[in-house]
Every structure is written in C-alpha cells, then in structure tokens.
C-alpha cells in the first residue's frame, strides 16, 4: 500500500507559478512511476505529466508542455515527487492529484493504470 499526499496549491494570477509536492509513504518500494492529474469542474480527469520512479524518464501532456516541469527530490530517501508550474493560465484550475503505479514506466504510459491516488489540492488560476 502508497499513500499520497498533496500540498502546494493555492491561489495565483495569471502568469504566475506553484511547485506542488507529492510525498509518498508506506510502500514505496513497490512505485514504478508517478502521475500528475488534474480535473476542472464539469471536465474529465487530465493526464498532466508522468515520471519514472527509478531513471527520471518523463512525460508531459502537450497542455503543459514547456510550462511544467515534473521531478523527484534529489534526496530519494523523502519520497517526494514535485510539479512546477510556470506561466500558469486561468485555464490550469483544477484540482490536482498525484498517483502512483506499480507498472514499468512505459507500462503506464501506454495503460494508464495507477494503484494509488492522494487526495488532491486545488490550484485557481484568477486571470
């Protein structure tokens, strides 16, 4: 079992930035890779980028391509996975979540299937 925890968001203007941080716990040993989501009101949830728990490979959707950056923390004993988000739009409100997966990085990029999710944090972009 993975637990999630969110933490970062907030409210920004238009062309501003956020760092979200997704602290995992329990176990971690089993993560194969880490996603960010999100899902606006009324929408679907959104792949927003994607990281290799081992390696660093990433993936981003083309909406953030360029924007946001997804990373681990350097000191891989806190288990921590950040998404930094620059020139935010009023159009990134959401609310964003971390999960985690078991599978091979490429495995969940090609399925799509998380094991773990955290709660979530809500980021509004005010234009």
């Known amino acids: 079992q993975v637990d999630l925890v969110e933490s970062g968001g907030g409210a920004v203007q238009a062309g501003g930035s956020l760092r979200l941080s997704c602290a995992a716990s329990?176990?971690?040993?089993?993560?194969?890779?880490i996603g960010w989501f999100r899902q606006a009101p009324g929408k679907a949830r959104e792949f927003i980028a994607a990281i290799a728990w081992r390696g660093g490979s990433t993936s981003y959707a083309d909406s953030v391509k360029g924007r946001f950056t997804i990373s681990r923390e350097p000191d891989i004993s806190q288990n921590v996975v950040y998404l930094e988000m620059n020139s935010l739009k009023s159009e990134d409100t959401a609310v964003y979540s971390c999960a985690s997966s078991r599978h091979a990085f490429r495995t969940v990029l090609m399925t799509g299937r998380y094991d773990s999710w955290g709660q979530g944090t809500q980021v509004t972009v005010s234009s």
């Open positions: 329990g176990s971690t040993f089993r993560i194969g890779a």
